[in-house]
């Protein structure tokens, strides 16, 4: 049975919350707990059984908690009862009153349970001690040492002057130090300095103030510190003179010791040991209070390590872990002492420089930054290389509070990325309209998907053997009812950023099988539809379930169906890649690498690809007519579509010219704006037109070729 089970403890609170915490918590606690809610049942309830210890609230209706109290310290029965206090706060709390009525504590809302449990105890075993004391005056100084060191707690009792008198077992164990090393000497002789200090500063408050006070002291070990709660008080002989101070003491170190593991795990990253995204946005803040009464400046710098998901891809996340270990000391290493590097999460690291003069300060450490972090990473015998993208405000030019701070720094971040990344970008007014049209676009584009405002339309392909259209490329419109037509080279990348991609691809997919399904089941349609894959998409575990789903459900051939994907998808993961491509190949569907010879993929790849086709992209087809250059390599890469027995599209053909010259180099499918712009569903029987236009021309092209 725990030592709390032998002490009843009577609460008397008219609030019931306060009554309900309280119970449970002391219950829990192994106490006996009685509850009145009114001071008569309390007095009552006291008088009829005496509690060991008593909690009385101040304010309450019938009579305070004063009047209360003055009751039981004129009942014999129930004066010796220590009472302790319940005060709404330290400010409205009458301290002497409090402790002229006979109370020997309190305890504060809103409630701290370790402090209430640690001011009880107290209580309770000094009750126990000054009864047992009083008896042992009487009987014999053995029954005091016997009540000591029968006592949980560390107890000790002083010389006025400071010199120990008496301590029981629980301080030998706890401290290490033996009676026989410490009685008779003062803690100057026998602690470290700076808990000698603290323990006859907090000895003199109590006998220069005559009462009793409650404090936290360290005690200084060679095998470490501890931590107690140490309730002070004076003893007063027959005379009622003061001769003695007594010190009951619990040690919380442990708890000490969590409360700081804790608080360092939630406010410190655990890989780095650098604040975390809630430390530093703490220490942000308390900086911005403090703008309006100085004239300092502060400038935020947000790092993003380029291409960070390829060494994790590629060398493992532990490796990654210890770049990002390494990455943090180096950043350490380029900002003055009273700066934060804080690391925000992912690959991403915060940096306040405090008090800068002017923003070239900023540009300076951003500079050496850059330099910190171009040699190579050795990392279990393995190189790595890193680049920083890094986005730049100052306070308050730039914004007042951190939410205004963080979300321009990182814009300026994503310009520096744009502007070829290894950089740094000052935040500008105009990086924040262009934010504001964003997020602007990204709600409509919300709201458009939602009410079916986008929509596919049909772009055809032409055959250059036959003339005739061969597929169409399905390519995404949005007609808005107050923007108009929204180009799809603004809201596509924003669908993208805003992980509204997957919803559109998934809508324009479904779209153009439900509708060109019924035109190859009567024989109408022949050729096959083309629709691009995002990577966001292309990745997504469930895309294989979504297009069984899609052609189960129309009873779509797999052969129409032309999926798109750039060259830069494939590359981000190539053996992903390869794996779904093959399984979607299984099934007959039709796979062609876009945008060709704008990524890295290597021959080797493209030779595992099971792709139909290679998709030129338009930059190449642009200039085609002025620029020999680029005629030879599209030259090239349709000779290298045909040794590896791949069809060759070219994409935004848009002059008679550079048909012309396709036509001559055999590049097999033809698209562009000089047969078609992308057409509604409804209007692609007028493709008729154009194939009848196109097969004239290559008519007589092939006339004036013989």
């Given at each position: 049975?725990?030592?709390?089970?032998?002490?009843?403890?009577?609460?008397?609170?008219?609030?019931?919350?306060?009554?309900?915490?309280?119970?449970?918590?002391?219950?829990?606690?192994?106490?006996?707990?009685?509850?009145?809610?009114?001071?008569?049942?309390?007095?009552?309830?006291?008088?009829?059984?005496?509690?060991?210890?008593?909690?009385?609230?101040?304010?309450?209706?019938?009579?305070?908690?004063?009047?209360?109290?003055?009751?039981?310290?004129?009942?014999?029965?129930?004066?010796?009862?220590?009472v302790i206090f319940i005060s709404a706060s330290d400010g409205a709390f009458n301290k002497v009153k409090a402790f002229d009525v006979g109370g020997v504590d309190y305890i504060s809302k809103p409630f701290d349970a370790t402090e209430v449990l640690a001011r009880i105890e107290s209580h309770l075993q000094l009750s126990v001690l000054q009864k047992q004391t009083q008896e042992s005056l009487i009987t014999s100084q053995n029954m005091l040492e016997a009540i000591m060191d029968n006592s949980?707690?560390?107890?000790?009792?002083?010389?006025?002057?400071?010199?120990?008198?008496?301590?029981?077992?629980?301080?030998?164990?706890?401290?290490?130090?033996?009676?026989?090393?410490?009685?008779?000497?003062?803690?100057?002789?026998?602690?470290?300095?700076?808990?000698?200090?603290?323990?006859?500063?907090?000895?003199?408050?109590?006998?220069?103030?005559?009462?009793?006070?409650?404090?936290?002291?360290?005690?200084?070990?060679?095998?470490?510190?501890?931590?107690?709660?140490?309730?002070?008080?004076?003893?007063?002989?027959?005379?009622?003179?003061?001769?003695?101070?007594?010190?009951?003491?619990?040690?919380?170190?442990?708890?000490?010791?969590?409360?700081?593991?804790?608080?360092?795990?939630?406010?410190?990253?655990?890989?780095?040991?650098?604040?975390?995204?809630?430390?530093?946005?703490?220490?942000?803040?308390?900086?911005?209070?403090?703008?309006?009464?100085?004239?300092?400046?502060?400038?935020i710098l947000i790092i993003d390590l380029d291409n960070f998901k390829n060494i994790n891809d590629s060398l493992g996340h532990e490796t990654g872990d210890i770049l990002l270990e390494e990455v943090a000391r180096r950043l350490q290493k380029c900002v003055r002492e009273g700066d934060t590097v804080s690391r925000m999460g992912g690959d991403e690291f915060i940096i306040l420089l405090q008090n800068i003069q002017s923003p070239t300060e900023a540009a300076d450490v951003s500079e050496k930054?850059?330099?910190?972090?171009?040699?190579?990473?050795?990392?279990?015998?393995?190189?790595?290389?890193?680049?920083?993208?890094?986005?730049?405000?100052?306070?308050?030019?730039?914004?007042?509070?951190?939410?205004?701070?963080?979300?321009?720094?990182?814009?300026?971040?994503?310009?520096?990325?744009?502007?070829?990344?290894?950089?740094?970008?000052?935040?500008?007014?105009?990086?924040?309209?262009?934010?504001?049209?964003?997020?602007?676009?990204?709600?409509?584009?919300?709201?458009?998907?939602?009410?079916?405002?986008?929509?596919?339309?049909?772009?055809?392909?032409?055959?250059?053997?036959?003339?005739?259209?061969?597929?169409?490329?399905?390519?995404?419109?949005?007609?808005?009812?107050?923007?108009?037509?929204?180009?799809?080279?603004?809201?596509?990348?924003?669908?993208?950023?805003?992980?509204?991609?997957?919803?559109?691809?998934?809508?324009?997919?479904?779209?153009?099988?439900?509708?060109?399904?019924?035109?190859?089941?009567?024989?109408?349609?022949?050729?096959?539809?083309?629709?691009?894959?995002?990577?966001?998409?292309?990745?997504?575990?469930?895309?294989?379930?979504?297009?069984?789903?899609?052609?189960?459900?129309?009873?779509?051939?797999?052969?129409?169906?032309?999926?798109?994907?750039?060259?830069?998808?494939?590359?981000?993961?190539?053996?992903?890649?390869?794996?779904?491509?093959?399984?979607?190949?299984?099934?007959?569907?039709?796979?062609?690498?876009?945008?060709?010879?704008?990524?890295?993929?290597?021959?080797?790849?493209?030779?595992?690809?099971?792709?139909?086709?290679?998709?030129?992209?338009?930059?190449?087809?642009?200039?085609?007519?002025?620029?020999?250059?680029?005629?030879?390599?599209?030259?090239?890469?349709?000779?290298?579509?045909?040794?590896?027995?791949?069809?060759?599209?070219?994409?935004?053909?848009?002059?008679?010219?550079?048909?012309?010259?396709?036509?001559?180099?055999?590049?097999?499918?033809?698209?562009?704006?000089?047969?078609?712009?992308?057409?509604?569903?409804?209007?692609?029987?007028?493709?008729?037109?154009?194939?009848?236009?196109?097969?004239?021309?290559?008519?007589?092209?092939?006339?004036?070729?013989?």
């Amino acid at each position: 049975m725990n030592s709390q089970t032998q002490y009843s403890i009577l609460i008397i609170d008219d609030n019931p919350a306060n009554l309900k915490l309280l119970h449970e918590l002391l219950s829990c606690n192994g106490y006996r707990v009685r509850a009145a809610n009114t001071p008569k049942l309390g007095i009552s309830s006291a008088k009829k059984t005496p509690p060991d210890l008593i909690l009385l609230d101040i304010a309450m209706p019938e009579m305070d908690g004063y009047d209360v109290c003055q009751i039981f310290k004129k009942d014999p029965q129930t004066e010796p009862i220590p009472v302790i206090f319940i005060s709404a706060s330290d400010g409205a709390f009458n301290k002497v009153k409090a402790f002229d009525v006979g109370g020997v504590d309190y305890i504060s809302k809103p409630f701290d349970a370790t402090e209430v449990l640690a001011r009880i105890e107290s209580h309770l075993q000094l009750s126990v001690l000054q009864k047992q004391t009083q008896e042992s005056l009487i009987t014999s100084q053995n029954m005091l040492e016997a009540i000591m060191d029968n006592s949980p707690a560390i107890i000790y009792i002083k010389s006025i002057d400071g010199q120990f008198l008496q301590i029981n077992k629980e301080f030998e164990r706890v401290t290490g130090f033996k009676a026989r090393d410490i009685i008779g000497k003062t803690g100057d002789s026998i602690f470290s300095p700076n808990s000698a200090k603290q323990f006859t500063k907090n000895d003199n408050e109590v006998i220069s103030e005559s009462q009793y006070g409650t404090f936290e002291e360290t005690l200084e070990l060679d095998s470490g510190n501890l931590t107690f709660l140490s309730l002070k008080f004076l003893l007063k002989d027959a005379n009622g003179n003061d001769f003695a101070i007594c010190g009951i003491s619990t040690d919380i170190s442990k708890r000490k010791q969590a409360e700081a593991e804790l608080q360092h795990l939630a406010t410190y990253d655990t890989l780095t040991d650098l604040p975390n995204r809630a430390l530093f946005m703490s220490i942000l803040a308390q900086h911005l209070a403090l703008l309006n009464s100085t004239d300092s400046k502060h400038a935020i710098l947000i790092i993003d390590l380029d291409n960070f998901k390829n060494i994790n891809d590629s060398l493992g996340h532990e490796t990654g872990d210890i770049l990002l270990e390494e990455v943090a000391r180096r950043l350490q290493k380029c900002v003055r002492e009273g700066d934060t590097v804080s690391r925000m999460g992912g690959d991403e690291f915060i940096i306040l420089l405090q008090n800068i003069q002017s923003p070239t300060e900023a540009a300076d450490v951003s500079e050496k930054i850059i330099r910190e972090l171009a040699p190579e990473f050795s990392i279990n015998e393995r190189l790595a290389f890193i680049t920083p993208s890094i986005g730049i405000v100052i306070t308050p030019d730039n914004g007042q509070d951190e939410h205004t701070l963080l979300r321009n720094v990182d814009t300026a971040m994503n310009q520096a990325k744009k502007h070829g990344r290894n950089t740094y970008q000052f935040f500008t007014d105009k990086m924040n309209k262009n934010v504001l049209v964003r997020m602007e676009i990204e709600k409509e584009l919300r709201i458009a998907l939602h009410k079916g405002e986008i929509n596919p339309y049909y772009q055809p392909k032409i055959d250059t053997k036959t003339g005739k259209v061969c597929g169409f490329e399905a390519l995404s419109r949005w007609h808005h009812p107050t923007m108009g037509q929204v180009s799809p080279a603004i809201f596509i990348p924003i669908a993208e950023e805003s992980n509204l991609i997957i919803a559109l691809d998934r809508h324009i997919l479904k779209t153009s099988i439900e509708k060109f399904g019924p035109l190859i089941k009567n024989g109408s349609f022949t050729g096959t539809i083309s629709v691009n894959l995002t990577a966001q998409h292309f990745f997504r575990h469930q895309l294989l379930e979504f297009i069984d789903g899609l052609l189960c459900e129309y009873d779509f051939p797999a052969h129409h169906l032309d999926l798109e994907i750039t060259e830069g998808t494939v590359i981000e993961d190539v053996d992903t890649a390869i794996k779904l491509m093959e399984e979607l190949h299984e099934r007959g569907i039709q796979l062609s690498i876009d945008d060709f010879g704008t990524g890295y993929s290597s021959l080797s790849y493209l030779k595992r690809f099971p792709v139909k086709s290679l998709k030129i992209d338009i930059s190449f087809i642009r200039d085609l007519t002025k620029s020999e250059s680029d005629k030879n390599l599209v030259a090239s890469i349709i000779n290298l579509a045909q040794g590896l027995k791949l069809e060759c599209v070219a994409e935004g053909v848009e002059t008679i010219e550079q048909a012309d010259i396709l036509y001559s180099l055999n590049c097999d499918t033809l698209q562009g704006f000089l047969f078609s712009q992308a057409i509604d569903f409804n209007t692609i029987s007028e493709t008729k037109v154009l194939e009848e236009k196109f097969t004239t021309h290559l008519d007589s092209t092939d006339q004036d070729n013989k």
